[in-house]
């Protein structure tokens, strides 16, 4: 596998703006992130990566053949989780069903584990979102249950499964 993560660069603006200007993977992240989504905004994503806090945010392009194909991030959650992560990411369309999003969980996950003290990393993928699922499973990840009605995507209250990984 050819897949890579490495931190944002700000000419990565353009592609990232790119193969976010897609419903079908809008539909599957959380709310906040504009549609459509320009450079400008990815240029200010990129940016706050770039400066956010290195030991509480892991935020990486995905590189595949030499082009960012996608995002992943692990965030460091606060009080008594502070030595937990919440993972997040997608794929542009065009690359689904290559394995690249495993091999990027796969390799965020390890990075975090051995570059800092968080013990525990988890996901929350919608339950309707089976390929999302097995890609955690392909990971490593187990899966814990299923957070019932837990949120409102789209006008539409989902299901959400809960995956996690342990150091």
Known sequence: MNCEIRAWRLDDA??????????????NLR???PYPYTADDARDYITAMLGADKNSVFAFAVVYGGEVVGSIGIFRQ????????ELGYYISEKFWNKGIAT??????????FENSDIIRIYAEPFARNK????VLEKAGFEFEGVL???????GVVEDMKMYAIIK
Do not use: M, P
């Open 31 to 33: 709310d906040g992130l």
């Open 103 to 112: 091999a990027a969980v796969k390799l965020a996950g390890s990075y975090v």
């Open 14 to 27: 353009e592609g990232l703006a790119r193969l976010l200007n897609n419903k079908k993977i809008l539909d």
């Open 78 to 85: 606060s009080n008594i989780h502070f030595k937990t992560a």
């Open 148 to 154: 019932r009605a837990n949120a409102v995507k789209n």
């Open 131 to 134: 390929a999302s699922c097995r």
